[in-house]
Nanobody, 122 residues
Framework: QVHLVESGGGLVQAGGSLRLSCAAS????????MAWFRQAPVKEREFVAS????????YYADSVKGRFTISRDNAKNTMYLQMISLKPEDTAVYYC???????????????WGQGTQVTVSS
């Protein structure tokens, strides 16, 4: 069992930055991959980025590549999403997830947080 709690969301102007955090508990941090997904109103849940259990491998959606950076600190049992050059279309609820592999499909993840709202104003 892995319990996940997101934090760091908020309101920011276009072009600004935010850093999201996902605190994990219940299992050693190096035993599972993690990912960020997001969901805007009236849209499907969308893959954002993933990271392997060790932090060596990362993968990004094309829409955020070059602007977002995923990382993890296994000593602190925490995953991060550093977001810069934010755009209004980045507005969504952001969810962290954990699973055996860092794939881009939501169904591959076993555990989910409750989400944190990110709103980017024009």
């Amino acid at each position: 069992q892995v319990h996940l709690v997101e934090s760091g969301g908020g309101l920011v102007q276009a072009g600004g930055s935010l850093r999201l955090s996902c605190a994990a508990s219940g299992r050693p941090s190096g035993t599972y991959a993690m990912a960020w997904f997001r969901q805007a109103p009236v849209k499907e849940r969308e893959f954002v980025a993933s990271i392997s259990s060790s932090g060596v491998s990362t993968y990004y959606a094309d829409s955020v590549k070059g602007r977002f950076t995923i990382s993890r600190d296994n000593a602190k049992n925490t995953m991060y999403l550093q977001m810069i050059s934010l755009k209004p279309e980045d507005t969504a609820v952001y969810y962290c997830a954990a699973g055996p592999r860092g794939l881009r499909y939501a169904g591959e993840y076993n555990y989910w947080g409750q989400g944190t709202q990110v709103t980017v104003s024009s």
